[in-house]
């Protein structure tokens, strides 16, 4: 249906048609019959429904700029990046799922089962067109780049399509990207979906990994880390306002580049060098394996002095892990294994 419709065609066509040789009392009936249906779309996308309002509804959420307010849980959500995905399914939300896209590698095990009830709308970013069709009441990114306006897909768009919209609170901090960060945005979305205990279950679940952790590394000594995400110009490497600062610190490291005020940001290999890192941290994902990486940073000139490098001191996560989702608290984990192993044995 093209945007700006008040309805399916044969509706306004029906609305539009004369009436004066029908029955005063039929047109009446068959007017109300025809706005019935012709608002079945517009409610659906708005997040209507029928029936009494689920308790703790009305919900109010604040979101990177956009205020909305949700009357009832979505039904129709559409999750945009592996993250998102991953909270909504660790929710057990996958019923109010209608579809989904865009994951950096397969979603974790136990997952699979839910995951595969879902709708894959697009490999990547859906058209507006495709997103659309599908019919969502709400869509639920993990990176802003979901939501890019040049591609029809931003924000007050899709709210003048009557679709609301939910962004990963990573992508618009105020303040450090801390595990609390991590436990506000499983909150948020069980809170939209009116399912608060599930959140409450799995941030225990994260927890208790997390002390498993604390306690295996008591009085460890923290290994200088430089994370290489990727560039053969530059690095682009984790700053200090991302979530992976803070898993750095929780694995008992420190961020070299934790003084760069952005989640991400390019240095120069020889800043990089600089630094001296003891690890470096790979982030893994796309079509340039860690072993790849691994080989290009043994190789590169400027990189030959640096402790990670002589030692061959690697440690690999892969991309989906460092975001703020539900994976953060097992990511912690495998990177205190791989930097302090002695401490796990």
Not at 80 to 107: F, I, P
Not at 160 to 181: F, Q, R, W, Y
Request: glycine content about 12%; charged content about 25%; hydrophobic content about 40%.
């Amino acid at each position: 249906m093209p945007i700006g419709s008040s309805g399916p065609a044969p509706c306004r066509a029906a609305l539009a048609s004369p009436v004066a040789a029908v029955p005063v009392v039929a047109v009446l009936v068959a007017v109300v019959l025809l706005v019935s249906g012709c608002g079945g779309v517009s409610e659906r996308a708005a997040g209507g429904g029928t029936g009494p309002v689920p308790s703790g509804f009305p919900v109010t959420v604040s979101n990177c700029g956009v205020t909305t307010t949700y009357q009832r849980p979505p039904r129709r959500a559409v999750s945009l990046n592996q993250h998102a995905t991953e909270v909504m399914l660790a929710l057990g939300l996958e019923k109010s799922m209608a579809g989904t896209g865009y994951l950096d590698d397969e979603v974790l095990p136990e997952f699979q089962a839910a995951y595969d009830g879902v709708e894959v709308i697009s490999k990547e970013y859906p058209s507006y067109e495709r997103l659309l069709a599908a019919e969502p009441d709400l869509v639920y990114g993990g990176w802003r780049s979901a939501f890019e306006e040049k591609e029809g897909r931003g924000r007050a768009a899709l709210k003048k399509a009557g679709i609301d919209s939910h962004l990963n609170i990573e992508e618009c901090p105020e303040g450090p990207v801390t595990m609390a960060t991590v436990e506000e945005e499983i909150r948020t979305v069980a809170k939209i979906f009116g399912v608060p205990g599930r959140a409450e279950r799995r941030i225990a679940s994260m927890r208790a990994v997390l002390d498993g952790v604390e306690r295996g590394l008591a009085g460890v000594a923290p290994l200088k880390v430089a994370v290489y995400d990727s560039g053969d110009k530059t690095v682009f490497t984790a700053g200090g306002a991302g979530i992976g600062d803070e898993m750095i610190r929780l694995a008992g490291g420190g961020n070299l580049f934790a003084d760069v005020d952005k989640p991400y940001g390019d240095v120069s290999f020889e800043q990089f060098a600089e630094r001296a890192p003891d690890v470096v941290l790979i982030y893994d994902y796309g079509e340039r394996s860690a072993e790849d990486k691994k080989a290009f940073l043994l190789g590169h000139p400027a990189l030959k002095d640096v402790p990670a490098i002589e030692n061959e001191r690697f440690a690999v996560l892969p991309l989906s892990s460092t975001v703020t989702g539900v994976r953060v608290a097992d990511a912690v984990e495998s990177l205190a294994r791989q930097l302090h192993p002695d401490r796990f044995a």
